[in-house]
């Protein structure tokens, strides 16, 4: 072989001679470098981002619903995910060789090193029990480790390259083959109309709650807790309550579409007109006039009605919460990747809606000042009960009692940082007490729409139907909706209240009848006198009961759970301390504890409708697990709560105080006492 040339400088000197080549061998031309570091960078940033964000957002057509996302909302939510990141980091890489040719070889292996290390961090939380600086840790050791065999080994590379196409097939995946596809490309939606026969064609009034356990309601004989759910007994006292009911699902997509359909979950379609044409909407659709508010699902397909009232529309708004998502897709901590973490019923005054009429009788409840804060959805919704020439439909899915959880029992509403815990000791008790004062919020809810049906001359003439779509378990390790919480607490998950009440119907009484969701269709469907034309899995409440007594479930459409029937009993609940209540006065100083959000104590306006309800913040770690910390208001203890073991947001402590008479206008003093064995108070320094 030939000696190579040595060429010359124009000064004389010897030219300076190129890198090596990665991995060695003979040194290509520039462009065609910078094209395979490009391929690299986009098979890399693919698996680290654009994979795992379209795998979540694949199978969340709900996120995109409730948003309501237009095809072409998603189409650019899914050119930006794959093509965004790749390029910003290729265009940076590309830059520094301004710096000269082994600075950017340099730039370009740290860059694999780094993204390779956010790869082991997903990888990590998965497959190991590390978490934190252990596993941040040991990916990086992982990045350093890819990163060196990338600048030896030419294979290396040859292998991301070839899984550059990777982005192009998690994007044909997303479009063509998750379950969000239907809502990028709908089909055709023209469903099934009921027949009408003979009789009447009441007005139907169907309200359909969220995450709402029955036994969140039941008092300790069983019934209805009318002292803390006065509405939810007036209804009971005057309908069938089908004390034995349970959802079909722990999951909206699947469990709304099942009671809308009359059949069991039977694939992870998107709760899509397009995925399931045949529904109570398109069914009644030919009769009736359709007024739905639904928020995570679009089973009404647009011939059939419109949706007046929706949350944030727009890319910016799918943007940013995806942004949060790929945030806790990357953590090396656990946290909820799920994105109806960001659902949350919009007020009225958010939307710019009026305040629906008439104002309730009721004068502890400060509806002048808090009607902003219903939800708009609702609001809308009792605009909309008035009596019409028609038979008319009135549909509202509200995403009540549902977290997040921002309600007092008042209709005030209270800040919560989005990183507290729902489950583990001390956690889960602080999460069924927000729930239960949202709940009796709701309350407040059913009330205004029991007293607008009677003035407007609605409630003796109409089907009245309200449930939940699901439940949900606040059973200590067992918090949520998962298989894990069924098998561990089905009696908080399955059961929800049911209660119909027939047009003319006065008086109440129990059913405790095998109920399961898919027998709501069938039994609107026979009360309307309408004939549903397609087969069905549930049976009208009219016919006799089914024999068997086990319940059907699906954590998974087409996954059969049977679980025994029979009405569940309410957890006990946990007695409030001795202390909650009291008025403290002097009491000797000793330690201290951080409180976020301490400045909100200076200036509380009530009539704004928002109140510091949740005290939160962190202790010094010498302060022993357990611990109970006394928080006080004015003077008065409103909560007992215990240090929780340490995490990642430290040695913390979370305090609710729903009692809206705790706080006064102007500025509040807050005080926090540690809580010793003997039961002596010693007030910490706050800061």
């Not at 409030?576 to 509380?604: I, N, R």
Request: glycine share 10%; charged share 20%.
């Amino acid at each position: 072989m030939a000696e190579p040339t040595l060429t010359r400088a124009p000064s004389g000197q010897p030219a300076p001679v190129p890198p090596p080549a990665e991995g060695g061998g003979r040194v290509p031309s520039t462009r065609r470098v910078e094209l395979r570091r490009a391929l690299e960078v986009v098979a890399l940033v693919g698996l680290v981002v654009t994979q795992p964000l379209l795998d979540v957002l694949g199978r969340s057509p709900d996120f995109f619903l409730f948003h309501r996302a237009t095809s072409r909302d998603v189409l650019a939510l899914v050119a930006l995910i794959a093509l965004v990141p790749s390029t910003a980091v290729v265009l940076l890489g590309v830059l520094t060789r301004l710096a000269g040719g082994r600075v950017r070889a340099g730039v370009h292996t740290a860059v694999v090193g780094l993204l390779l290390a956010a790869l082991a961090v997903q990888v990590g939380r998965q497959v190991t029990p590390l978490r934190g600086v252990p596993l941040v840790v040991v990916a990086v050791v992982v990045g350093a480790a890819g990163a060196a065999a990338h600048r030896r080994w030419r294979a290396f590379g040859r292998v991301l390259r070839v899984a550059a196409l990777g982005p192009v097939v998690f994007v044909g995946l997303f479009l063509f083959a998750s379950p969000a596809s239907a809502v990028v490309l709908p089909r055709a939606h023209e469903g099934a109309a009921g027949v009408a026969g003979p009789g009447s064609h009441p007005p139907v009034v169907m309200i359909v709650l969220d995450e709402l356990p029955l036994v969140s309601l039941l008092g300790p004989d069983g019934r209805i807790d009318a002292t803390r759910y006065p509405n939810f007994a007036e209804l009971a006292g005057g309908s069938t309550w089908y004390r034995n009911a349970t959802g079909v699902s722990g999951w909206t997509p699947y469990a709304l579409p099942a009671m809308l359909t009359g059949r069991y979950p039977a694939e992870a379609s998107a709760p899509h007109y397009s995925q399931y044409p045949d529904n109570l909407f398109t069914a009644l659709g030919g009769l009736y006039d359709i007024r739905a508010q639904e928020s995570i699902t679009r089973l009404c397909p647009p011939s059939r009605c419109d949706q007046p009232v929706a949350p944030e529309q727009g890319l910016d708004v799918l943007v940013r919460e995806s942004g949060t998502l790929l945030g806790r897709i990357a953590a090396p901590v656990d946290s909820r990747v799920d994105p109806e973490e960001s659902y949350r019923e919009q007020t009225a005054a958010e939307v710019g809606l009026d305040a629906a009429e008439p104002v309730p009788a009721d004068p502890t409840f400060r509806w002048d000042s808090l009607d902003d804060n219903q939800p708009a959805r609702f609001t809308s919704f009792l605009a909309d009960l008035r009596p019409a020439d028609r038979p008319t439909l009135h549909f509202l899915h509200l995403l009540m009692p549902h977290a997040p959880w921002a309600y007092l029992p008042s209709g005030a509403r209270y800040d919560a940082p989005a990183d507290l815990p729902n489950d583990g000791a001390g956690w889960v008790d602080l999460a069924r007490a927000r729930h239960l004062a949202q709940l009796q919020y709701t309350d407040r809810l059913v009330g205004e729409t029991l007293r607008t049906l009677r003035a407007s001359g609605l409630y003796d003439r109409s089907l009245i139907l309200l449930t939940a779509d699901h439940g949900v378990s606040f059973t200590r390790d067992w918090q949520g909706r998962g298989l894990g919480a069924i098998d561990h607490a089905a009696g908080e998950v399955a059961w929800v209240p049911m209660f119909v009440k027939e047009p003319g119907q006065r008086t109440g009484r129990v059913d405790d009848r095998n109920w399961e969701h898919v027998d709501l269709l069938p039994t609107i469907a026979e009360e309307v006198h309408v004939r549903i034309p397609w087969q069905l899995d549930g049976r009208s409440a009219k016919q006799s009961p089914r024999e068997r007594t086990e319940k059907y479930f699906y954590d998974r459409p087409g996954e059969r759970v049977t679980f025994p029937g029979g009405v569940p009993a309410r957890p006990a609940p946990a007695a409030p301390h001795p202390l909650v209540g009291t008025t403290v006065g002097e009491k000797p100083s000793g330690g201290t504890a951080t409180v976020a959000d301490l400045a909100a104590f200076d200036h509380v306006d009530p009539a704004a409708g928002e109140l510091p309800a949740l005290v939160w913040g962190t202790v010094p770690r010498q302060v022993p697990d357990g611990t109970l910390l006394a928080v006080a208001v004015n003077g008065r203890i409103g909560a007992v709560v215990p240090v929780v073991p340490k995490d990642q947001g430290g040695r913390r402590f979370a305090a609710f105080l729903p009692d809206d008479h705790l706080f006064r206008a102007g500025s509040n003093r807050l005080d926090v006492y540690r809580v010793g064995t003997d039961g002596a108070l010693r007030r910490l320094t706050l800061s």
